[in-house]
DNA sequence: TAGAAGTGACGGAATGTTCACTCCGCAGGA
DNA sequence: TCCTGCGGAGTGAACATTCCGTCACTTCTA
């Protein structure tokens, strides 16, 4: 019950982020994952269950990341178009510098693992949740600003250009500077806005 | 020589395409392709060397056929933006209708057999190919219709919605209708014109 | 033209490899 | 001397690929 255990844990955490991401979850062998993270391929199995129980654990530490660093973008005293586009753009330097959990969640949400995970999150039950800012953002329309389109499109519009930029940032297609994050993020406030 | 050994390398293919667009290639073992398509395991290795060129040849099917109906979209002698909505709202129409397509395509794209592919096909180099209709609609900017950006950013806001609204479709999430499709291709156009 | 011999597509059992997961003995703290 | 967290060899299952006997069909020959 001391930290040691824990601090264990979260090397495998650790190692699991990067061999997955780096390998997928299919060319990432529990034998490496042992050697990556400096522990016993057994002891690995005293923390999990087995390996899909890992590669979710990840998922939830991946995602509840990204989630505060997203709450903590938003700004509700800014117009509705400025805290659009600092939304996208904290949202794209974000996955630019954690290309990681990019990966990572790339291949969860593409997954089986990920599915489910993807109809709770994505539902359109989901968007009366008003405790989710950014689902807050939309649902709320603040001054009408926004088109008022269907919950799922806005996030097509918005996230969709961003993975795929993300994506080919980390492939070496394009430079992500800040005047691109920017073009992009106005871009995709053109797409909404009324 | 006669048609016959076409016929079952067809069949491979076309149980190919269906069986990894349901199960993934991780989860498509030769011999579940050997009964889906009605065959001997060791046939299949008549016609493909191995599962990777198995894997790409189903590719080049499918895009071969994507691009196709593409082209067919695409009519230069209307404006840009029309041009542009009905190309947007084509490709929505052929994903839907082309669920196992669709569904290929986005783990091919996203596994290390397309990497490569990617690269050649949606380089910035790309940009320059005037054979490509989609590309000589952007590099050419008729009217300066187009705001003037980044090859890669045009594909993104154009490519990036339409990908998670299929996905969504795909899982129930949205109806993609006719009024939806629509809106979704004015939505993109307003996101990259001047 | 009957039948013998040859050809090559075909199926699927056999093989070897890779992996997830288990089990058992060990080390070190109480 | 227990007990507990640990490591890693061992186990069995799943899989890609190979190998070889079978069979339908063609070609040759008397």
């Given at each position: 019950?001391?930290?040691?255990?824990?601090?264990?844990?979260?090397?495998?955490?650790?190692?699991?982020?990067?061999?997955?991401?780096?390998?997928?979850?299919?060319?990432?062998?529990?034998?490496?994952?042992?050697?990556?993270?400096?522990?016993?391929?057994?002891?690995?199995?005293?923390?999990?269950?087995?390996?899909?129980?890992?590669?979710?654990?990840?998922?939830?530490?991946?995602?509840?990341?990204?989630?505060?660093?997203?709450?903590?973008?938003?700004?509700?005293?800014?117009?509705?178009?400025?805290?659009?586009?600092?939304?996208?753009?904290?949202?794209?330097?974000?996955?630019?510098?954690?290309?990681?959990?990019?990966?990572?969640?790339?291949?969860?949400?593409?997954?089986p693992y990920g599915i489910e995970k993807k109809r709770v999150k994505f539902s359109p039950e989901a968007f009366v949740d008003q405790s989710n800012p950014i689902v807050s953002f939309y649902a709320n329309n603040v001054d009408g600003a926004l088109k008022g389109m269907l919950f799922q499109l806005y996030l097509a519009l918005t996230f969709g250009p961003i993975i795929l930029l993300v994506r080919d940032s980390l492939s070496g297609l394009v430079v992500l500077d800040e005047a691109l994050i920017q073009q992009t993020s106005e871009a995709c406030w053109s797409a909404i806005k009324a």
């Open positions: 019950m001391s930290n040691i255990p824990e601090s264990k844990r979260a090397a495998i955490l650790y190692a699991a982020l990067e061999l997955f991401a780096e390998s997928g979850f299919h060319s990432a062998p529990m034998s490496r994952l042992a050697s990556l993270a400096d522990v016993g391929v057994g002891s690995i199995y005293r923390y999990f269950a087995d390996k899909d129980e890992l590669i979710h654990a990840v998922y939830e530490q991946v995602d509840d990341a990204l989630q505060r660093d997203i709450i903590k973008s938003l700004d509700s005293t800014l117009s509705p178009r400025s805290q659009f586009i600092q939304l996208v753009a904290n949202l794209i330097y974000y996955l630019k510098a954690h290309s990681r959990e990019f990966k990572f969640l790339e291949q969860y949400y593409n997954s």
